[in-house]
């Protein structure tokens, strides 16, 4: 890596490594975080619980992958990896940062399942041979690393020919977020900072960084706006004022606007 993505890297790791997605949702600080109250309490806003479309595509994925050996990239926390392991997916989960690996490895004790490996590995410079992996799993982390098509392309490196490599959540232009991000400067993860990186891109930006791959869906999600766990003058500005006179819009104009796009390709 250059010294630019190097930096850049080291900006998203000590980012990422202080705020490790979860925490935001947390409302009762009396909780212990690694106990099994604490993943309760967050859980249902967590990627799979929160978004319904997530658990179907792990559901329908796991039933093609049982037996097999799934990558995460980015896994934060460690919900998605979770729900693949309860339906007999072998895991190797990884994230940039030490806190979310640990947080993940202290998730699978307290659910009594065992990953294949969890370890730090950085999505740019994966730890791994070629071909690998029967598939690899991303969910809102590849246009959060400072270079959304090398980690692409090394996520397809490491899977082997014919497997699926499923990246989700592509922050797309325009969106409604991407007009919220620029003209308003609304926050995205957490309401004090956002990620050093957080790159937008067309939806033919983003398919054309699967070179070497055959895609087999990408859907626009996130084409309501949502509703959000903060306070202050933006969060209501964004709750009761934006938030219910966007969602009035028809599905089929909304679903121009939706902010994130979800890619299932297979490696060739
Ligand atoms: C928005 S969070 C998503 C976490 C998890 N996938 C989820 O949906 O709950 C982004 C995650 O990507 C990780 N990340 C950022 N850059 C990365 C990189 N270069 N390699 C691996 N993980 C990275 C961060 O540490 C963080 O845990």
Same mark, same amino acid.
């Given at each position: ?11 998203? +790791?000590?980012?990422? $490594?202080? &705020? ?5 949702y947390?409302?009762d ?11 309760? +309490? ?25 037996? /097999? ?16 392991? /309860? ?12 806190n ?6 202290? +998730? ?10 969890? &370890? ?12 690998t992996?029967?598939? !690899?799993?991303?969910?809102? !982390? ?20 014919g497997? %699926?490599?499923?990246?989700? +959540?592509f922050?797309?232009k325009p969106?409604w977020?991407?007009?919220? &991000? &620029? !003209? ?6 957490y /309401? ?36 959000? %766990? ?7 500005l964004?709750?009761?004022?934006f938030?219910?006179?966007? $969602? ?6 909304? /679903? %121009?606007?939706?902010?994130k ?8």
């Open positions: 890596m250059d010294q630019d993505l190097t930096q850049t890297v080291q900006a998203v +790791h000590d980012y990422w $490594n202080s &705020h490790t997605l979860g925490f935001q947390v409302t600080q009396s909780i212990e975080p690694g106990t099994p109250e604490f993943y309760a +309490h967050i859980r249902p806003w967590m990627n799979p619980y929160k978004f319904p479309w997530i658990m179907e595509r792990i559901e329908r994925e796991s039933a093609l992958l049982k037996g /097999k050996h799934l990558l995460e990239i980015g896994c934060g926390m460690g919900y998605d990896s979770l729900e693949f392991l /309860k339906r007999g997916v072998r895991v190797t989960a990884t994230d940039l940062t030490p979310a690996v640990a947080m993940t490895i202290r +998730h699978f004790e307290v659910e009594g399942v065992q990953a294949e490996a969890v &370890h730090t590995a950085n999505a740019l410079d994966l730890p791994f041979d070629d071909n992996f029967d598939a !690899v799993w991303s969910n809102g !982390v590849l246009h959060a690393t400072g270079n959304t098509e090398r980690a692409i392309q090394e996520a397809r490196r490491v899977t082997k020919p497997g %699926r490599i499923m990246i989700s +959540h922050y797309r969106s977020m991407y007009l919220m &991000h &620029h !003209v308003g400067r609304e926050n995205i993860e /309401k004090e900072e956002d990620p050093p990186v957080n790159t937008f891109y067309t939806e033919a930006e983003i398919l054309a960084m699967f070179k070497g791959c055959d895609i087999l869906e990408a859907v626009p999600e996130h084409y309501r706006a949502l509703p959000v %766990r903060r306070d202050g003058v933006k969060a209501a964004y709750k009761y004022g938030r219910p006179v966007y $969602n009035l819009l028809p599905e089929s104009l909304a /679903k %121009r606007y939706a902010y796009l979800s890619v299932t390709a297979v490696k060739l």
